[in-house]
């Protein structure tokens, strides 16, 4: 288990390190990206407690905030990069479509906030990073989108109005006098793991015309994977137990062995799709209940046979006995698990599908808890509960949650939440590779 992951001390190509924020940060995808690329995160925003408990121990080199709505471009420190996953639940297609306007895709604009106020300041960040579902897209027949691009265009210049198309591209580029924003839908199966999971990564150079080049032209898309790869590697290497290697081309959904058969479960309707060689894409609706995670197939031993009829309509099993026969069943016999068991995909193996090293949720209880530390907690659970209008939580419940170790709940949802590793790598690496160029230039 690695205990921490700081930046490494070094440069990887050359040049001074960047500073990297993150908004609505979740998993630490954006943070640990920044790690993998070069570029060294300070400071992250979120309000769900697990996630921050992860990254918390993860990542303690970093300044945690809470809701975003409480903070002041002005008064944190200035980055170079801000990163956000503002939620998207209202505008993926699997959800009610409340859209741009809806509660949680609303706190876009106080991302977009909190970028003009450091601006004001600072004159950074230079660049942004905003991920979310594709379905952000067609979100209010795409005028969702066009919202998008012209807040973040106005970050430069209050004046541009972006019309809409009668349907938006998964690519295009936005070019002004001194300040560009690019888009484009990446699916992380085509960035070494076995998950389709398409997203848009829209970048934004407030000064300058590179956004098309780091997620379009050679030199931020193919031509720079070398340098991507050279790049997990030496992160690797700085990690006590080579955090490059799990997710990264390894076999990924083998948490308990064996050969594997993945279906794709609707659990809304009973149907399940597959064989899959390809994982479904993770949401936020992974361990809610209803059985609505992937199944695994699993070859399994003749001495642990389990029965299951439609007597309970398939969705109980019984241990080495079967339920009563029935004249009917020459139509829907019993099912036997004799060559295979049937098992939801694990946290763990949800963990290596977004691309994360195993041990990224290890370690996290603390047997001894001290008062400070309850106090501190139980503002984070105060300040979570009064925003889902939630009941508090008392200080003994606190107490006990650091003392325990997590749920598997909770990782599904922070997984299902997340970013997909490889691609956060991709797109701040095109980012890296960008400013060194245009400093050797320079010289």
């Known amino acids: 288990m690695n205990p921490g992951i700081r930046p490494p001390a070094g440069r990887f190509f050359g040049g001074d390190i960047m500073k990297l924020g993150s908004l609505f940060d979740g998993s630490g995808g954006f943070p640990l990206g920044g790690i993998i690329a070069g570029i060294t995160p300070v400071w992250s925003s979120e309000i769900e407690p697990f996630p921050i408990r992860v990254t918390e121990k993860r990542l303690p080199q970093m300044k945690h905030y809470g809701d975003v709505s409480k903070l002041s471009g002005e008064n944190i420190e200035p980055v170079d990069v801000i990163t956000f996953g503002s939620p998207c639940q209202d505008m993926s297609v699997a959800g009610k479509r409340a859209g741009l306007d809806g509660a949680r895709s609303g706190l876009f604009s106080q991302a977009v906030r909190i970028i003009k106020e450091m ?15 594709r379905g952000a897209l067609s979100s209010a027949g795409g005028d969702d989108f066009r919202r998008v691009l012209e807040e973040i265009c106005n970050v430069k210049k209050s004046d541009v109005s972006v019309p809409k198309p009668e349907k938006w591209n998964s690519g295009g580029l936005i070019m002004g006098d001194d300040f560009s924003v690019a888009w484009r839908v990446l699916d992380a199966q085509y960035w070494g793991v076995p998950q389709r999971r398409k997203r848009i990564y829209l970048v934004a150079d407030f000064d300058g015309d590179s956004a098309g080049k780091i997620l379009f032209e050679s030199e931020g898309v193919s031509g720079h994977f070398e340098k991507m790869q050279a790049a997990r590697k030496d992160f690797a290497r700085t990690t006590q137990n080579g955090a490059g290697e799990t997710g990264w081309g390894k076999e990924v959904l083998n948490d308990q062995g064996g050969m594997l058969v993945l279906f794709d479960n609707h659990s809304q309707d009973s149907r399940y799709n597959g064989p899959l060689k390809l994982s479904p894409s993770l949401n936020t609706q992974l361990g809610t209940g209803g059985n609505n ?9 003749a ?20 339920d009563a026969l029935v004249a009917t069943d020459y139509k829907s016999p019993p099912v036997v698990n004799a ?11 949800c963990a290596r599908l977004q ?22 907690w139980q503002g984070i659970f105060d300040e979570w509960c009064d925003i889902n209008g939630k009941k ?12 325990t170790d997590p749920t598997d709940a909770a990782k599904y949802k922070m997984w299902g939440n997340g970013v997909a590793l490889p691609c956060v790598v991709f797109v701040l690496c095109g980012i890296v590779a960008i400013t060194e160029n245009e400093k050797n230039i320079t010289k």
């Open 119 to 133: 601006r004001a300041k600072y004159q950074k960040p230079r660049f942004i990073v905003w991920e979310n579902v």
């Open 293 to 301: 995670a992937p199944l695994v197939c699993v070859p399994t031993s």
């Open 303 to 322: 001495d642990n046979l389990y029965l299951m009829s439609k007597s309970y309509h398939f969705t109980h099993a019984t241990p080495d006995q079967a």
């Open 339 to 349: 060559d295979w068991r049937v098992r939801m995909i694990t946290p763990l193996e």
């Open 355 to 376: 691309g994360f090293p195993d041990w990224w949720t290890d370690g996290l209880t603390d047997e001894n808890p001290s008062d400070e530390e309850v106090r501190k």
């Open 392 to 403: 508090r939580k008392t200080a003994s419940q606190v107490r006990k949650w650091i003392m």
